[in-house]
Antibody, heavy 116, light 106 residues
Framework: EVQLVESGGGLVKPGSSLKLSCVASGFTFSSYGMHWIRQAPKKGLEWITLIYYDSSNKYYADSVKGRFTISRDNSKNTLYLEMNSLRSEDTAMYYC?????????WGQGTLVTVSS | EIVLTQSPTTMAASPGEKVTLTCRASSSVTYMHWYQQRSGTSPKLWIYETSKLASGIPNRFSGSGSGTSYSLTINSMETEDAATYYCQQGSSYPYTFGAGTKLELK
């Protein structure tokens, strides 16, 4: 059974940093591109970043480019999202999802709240 | 960036009614994918590569389309189908989602 479990969310102040993790199981993690997708409260879904299976390529939405960094550790079956210079508009549920072109599996999400 | 426009934004359907949700892309895409999200839960893949049902999805659902126009159809609405449906393209970066169609039970 495929499982994706996110962690690391919380309440932080504007301008601060946070690092999210997503532990994968039930599939060969090292063979798949992985994504982070977020959903602001009562809003729709926003794709924010992708990392190839071997970390050779990474893509970002303009809204997070230069502030967020995606990475992975295939030896630990873990995906990461490092978020810097957080803004109130980054407040959202953050999901990791198995790729590459569509999102077959999603985690339960981890909530990030940016507020002073 | 490819913008996906879903219509209608909200609709209500009676049990047994046929329902069609549409998604229009600002540029041509190779495939469209669809997700269902119920309140308070993670989205679930519903249809991928335009017309393929994800595992466990009932066959009253179908998907079709090409180029810039796609649709998701429910042959006969059931109570459990009330949810928000999102379309998504993975043809070019950045990947994008439509704003969603909220389907309610009448």
């Amino acid at each position: 059974e495929v499982q994706l479990v996110e962690s690391g969310g919380g309440l932080v102040k504007p301008g601060s940093s946070l690092k999210l993790s997503c532990v994968a199981s039930g599939f060969t993690f090292s063979s798949y591109g992985m994504h982070w997708i977020r959903q602001a409260p009562k809003k729709g879904l926003e794709w924010i970043t992708l990392i190839y299976y071997d970390s050779s390529n990474k893509y970002y939405a303009d809204s997070v480019k230069g502030r967020f960094t995606i990475s992975r550790d295939n030896s630990k079956n873990t995906l990461y999202l490092e978020m810097n210079s957080l803004r109130s508009e980054d407040t959202a549920m953050y999901y990791c999802a198995k790729g590459p072109f569509w999102f077959a599996y999603w985690g339960q999400g981890t909530l990030v709240t940016v507020s002073s | 960036e490819i913008v996906l426009t879903q219509s209608p934004t909200t609709m209500a359907a009676s049990p047994g009614e046929k329902v069609t949700l549409t998604c229009r892309a600002s540029s041509s895409v190779t495939y469209m994918h669809w997700y269902q999200q119920r309140s308070g839960t993670s989205p679930k893949l519903w249809i991928y590569e335009t017309s393929k049902l994800a595992s466990g999805i009932p066959n009253r659902f179908s998907g079709s389309g090409s180029g810039t126009s796609y649709s998701l159809t429910i042959n006969s609405m059931e109570t459990e189908d009330a949810a928000t449906y999102y379309c998504q393209q993975g043809s070019s970066y950045p990947y994008t989602f439509g704003a969603g169609t909220k389907l309610e039970l009448k």
